[in-house]
Structure formats: C-alpha cells, structure tokens
C-alpha cells in the first residue's frame, strides 16, 4: 500500500509517520509537507533514510502537484491543517486558504484520479461548546463551530461528506479529542506548561482554567486512523476520545505535581475569547465496529511526554527561540 501523508512534519502527522513505517514495513509513505512554522523535519530524522519514506515540501493547494502525487497513491491521511486556535483569533486567512482551499484541491486531486480512498483527520471543535452537564459529542451531534479554526476545519468536513454523497469519492472521517504527546509544538497547553517549567517559567492558565478538554494520547490517534483506513466503513464519520476529560486547572496541577512545582508557578491571564467550555467524545462507534479503544491511560501517557520533553530539550528550545518568539510576544502583549 502507497500512503501520501498530508502534514507529516506535524505533531500527529509524524508521529502517523513513525507509527506506519514500524508497524507495517512494507508499506511505501510519501510525506507531503509544506514546512510552515507548524512543520519540523527534525521529528522525522530517524526514518529520513527508509527506502519507503520519501518526503516532498509542497502546498496542498498547489492542484498540479497534488495531481501528481495522488496519481501515484492508493491511500491519502489528510493531516495537513494550520492548527492553533489562538493563532486563528489573531488571524485568520491562513486557516481558510490550508484548511477549507487547500482540503478542497486535494478532494478534487482525488475525485480526477479515478476516486481515490480519501480520509479526512478532522476534530472535535467542529461541534461547539457543551455544558457541564451535557451528554458528550458523538457522530450525530450538530456542527456548530465557535472559532475561526473550529469554523475552517467544519468547512473541510462538509466538503468531505460532499464528495462523499456527491462523487462517491471513498471518505472517512475521524472527529478527535485534544492529543499530547511527543513533537507536540510548545505554542499548545501540554508542550508549553511543561517546556516553561524546565526553564523555570511561569504557565499562563487561561480565564478561570475551569474549561474542560478530552485527551488522547497521540499513539492512540494513530492506532484509530489505522483502524478506520483499513476496515472503516467508507462514508462514515468516527468520533475518537480519550476518556480523559479534565479541566485546565487539573491538568495544570498534575503537571506541577509530577515536575516537582507548585501553584506559584502559575500565572491567570485573561481568556482566550469566546472560549469553548467543554469537549466530549462518545467513541463508542469506534470501538463496537472496529475494536479500538485508547490504550494508554492519562497518567502514564502525562509522564511520557514530560520524559520525552526532558529528553529531547534541544528539539523544544530551537523552536521557542525562532520565529515562535515573535508569536508569543504577540500573544503577551494581547492580554
Ligand atoms: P500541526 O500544526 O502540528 O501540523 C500541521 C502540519 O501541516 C505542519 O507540518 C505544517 O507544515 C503542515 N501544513 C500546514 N499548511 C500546509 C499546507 N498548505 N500544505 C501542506 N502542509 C501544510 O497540527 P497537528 O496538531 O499535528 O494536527 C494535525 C491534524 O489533526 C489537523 O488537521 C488538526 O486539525 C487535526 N487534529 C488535531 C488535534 C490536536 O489535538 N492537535 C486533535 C484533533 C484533530
Ligand atoms: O497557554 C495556554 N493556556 C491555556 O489555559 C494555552 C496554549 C491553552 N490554554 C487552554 C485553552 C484550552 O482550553 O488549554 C486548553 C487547550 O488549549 P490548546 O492546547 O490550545 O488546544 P485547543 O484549543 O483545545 O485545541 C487543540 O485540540 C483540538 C488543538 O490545538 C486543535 O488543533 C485540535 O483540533
């Protein structure tokens, strides 16, 4: 099988890279990639030697290439997103020119090369905001995106299912909870309280820290989109969760607890705007129809990536005094 790989110089996506090429050897992935601040080909040194990885820097909205890599593949993984919600508030182009234009082109890529299997890596935001007491998301629950992140990466979704209804072009769609994890990018709540921490730092917990996430960790990402390429029912949409749900302020003390600090270490800044409350996900689609379920509890996953953060110092502490730093005053200044 020829997977071409959208955004696997990512978070997920290279980690979906390490995960494929250890598991089934035989297999041939293209990584496509267009390197923006996001994309980091240091998370992927240890394979750049395979005989079956190739990596090609280039823009999914570039229709000319992405004919001809899907010309060239049986399987495409979209990845490839601008992907921080504080980044889209600040602004917003960039998230509809990848996310809505750039999902666009490949579906049309793949629909004008005798419809190729397409899935679509999509995320829980797409459907809102719960309340406390609200049940959790699951495949039927409304869209109602709230960010212009969450609203970019809704309208790559519908695109999807159109193709879907429209074209038959063969889709799936994964939903997912927040992930952590190694190569997370310091800019997201577990890479940057736990980088500012072995620097000494203070962490910035958003409004109250009372809004609440659902966490994966990011193998486990990996093994549902396994799962659903290869016995996903093709049209389908599946919701993936960690059975984590914990509030900011939990996972910030936890954080604290395991790294030997305490709650001076924080500092309340003012709320991200219209903040989401809370994310839930009922995974229980994916799990009765093809078996998955996350294999890695929430603790033992929190202190694999603070090992892996103490571990890999040089890979975070380039990052955080490139082109990040200028985003981050930005940010500072903003509150
Ligand atoms: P990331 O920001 O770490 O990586 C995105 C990658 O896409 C980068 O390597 C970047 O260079 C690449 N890219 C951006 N624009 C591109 C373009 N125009 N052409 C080609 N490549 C481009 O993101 P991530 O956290 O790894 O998320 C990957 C996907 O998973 C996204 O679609 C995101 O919406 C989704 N998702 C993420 C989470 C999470 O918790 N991080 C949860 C659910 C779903
Ligand atoms: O400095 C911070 N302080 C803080 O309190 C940051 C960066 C975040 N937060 C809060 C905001 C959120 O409630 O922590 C929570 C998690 O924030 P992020 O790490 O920015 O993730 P989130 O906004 O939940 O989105 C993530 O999960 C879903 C990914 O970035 C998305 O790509 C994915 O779709």
Known sequence: MKLLITGGAGFIGSNFVHYILKKYP?????????????????NLKEIENNPNYKFVKGDIADAKLMNELIADCDVIVHFAAESH?????LASEEFIRT???GTHTLLEAARNNGNKRFHHVSTDEVFGSLGATDPAFNEATPYDPRSPYSASKASSD?????????????ITISNCSNNYGPYHFPEKLF????????EDKKVPLYGD???????????????????????????????????????????????????????????FVKDRPGHDKRYAIDFSKIK???GWEPSVNFEEGLQKTIEWYKNNEAWWKDIKSGEYANYYEKQYNNR
């Open 191 to 198: 890479p940057l309280f736990i980088t500012n921490l072995i």
């Open 288 to 290: 009765n129809e093809l």
């Open 158 to 170: 519908h695109l999807v299912r159109a193709y879907f209804h429209t074209y038959g072009l063969p």
């Open 209 to 267: 820290g009372m809004n609440v996430r659902d966490w994966l960790y990011v193998e486990d990402h990996c093994s549902a989109i396994d799962a659903i390429i290869h016995k996903g029912r093709i049209g389908e949409t599946y919701c993936v969760g960690g059975n984590a749900e914990k509030t900011n302020k939990e996972i910030t003390y936890k954080i604290l607890e395991l790294m030997g600090k305490d709650e001076s270490s924080i500092e």
């Open 99 to 101: 996310n809505v234009i």
């Open 85 to 89: 919600v504080d980044r889209s508030i």
């Open 26 to 42: 035989d297999y041939q992935v293209v990584n496509l990639d267009l390197l923006t601040y996001a994309g980091n080909l240091e």
